[in-house]
């Protein structure tokens, strides 16, 4: 059985950093395309990074270029999303997503994603 955890979720004051973390069991991320999606309130989920380790590859959405990294840590079997200089509007429920494989115009179609996990609240005040 495939399951995703997020963690790392919290509350933190506009400027500052979180990193989130999603680990998989019965599941590898290495050779495929893992994401990370958020939802804020009354809004759509929308994609935020992925990354695909077969290509050694990723991929941001272009509200968190240059502020957000999404990593690999294949030991851990786990990825990692490091959030700096935090903005209110990064408020969301953030999710973790796995699918096969992706690429720069797929990573963000939420719908072609296999499997996801529960989420992590981030609430970014100013």
């Known amino acids: 059985q495939v399951q995703l955890v997020e963690s790392g979720g919290g509350s933190v004051q506009a400027g500052g950093s979180l990193r989130l973390s999603c680990a998989a069991s019965?599941?590898?991320?290495?050779?495929?395309?893992i994401g990370w999606f958020r939802q804020g309130p009354g809004k759509e989920r929308e994609g935020v990074a992925a990354i695909y380790s077969g290509a050694e590859t990723t991929f941001y959405a272009d509200s968190v270029k240059g502020r957000f990294t999404i990593s690999l840590d294949n030991a851990k079997n786990t990825v990692y999303l490091q959030m700096n200089s935090l903005k209110p509007e990064d408020t969301a429920i953030y999710y973790c997503?796995?699918?096969?494989?992706?690429?720069?115009?797929?990573?963000?179609?939420?719908?072609?994603?296999?499997?996801w996990g529960q989420g992590t609240q981030v609430t970014v005040s100013s």
């Open positions: 019965g599941y590898s991320f290495y050779s495929n395309c």
């Open positions: 997503a796995a699918r096969w494989l992706c690429n720069s115009r797929s990573w963000e179609k939420r719908y072609e994603y296999s499997y």
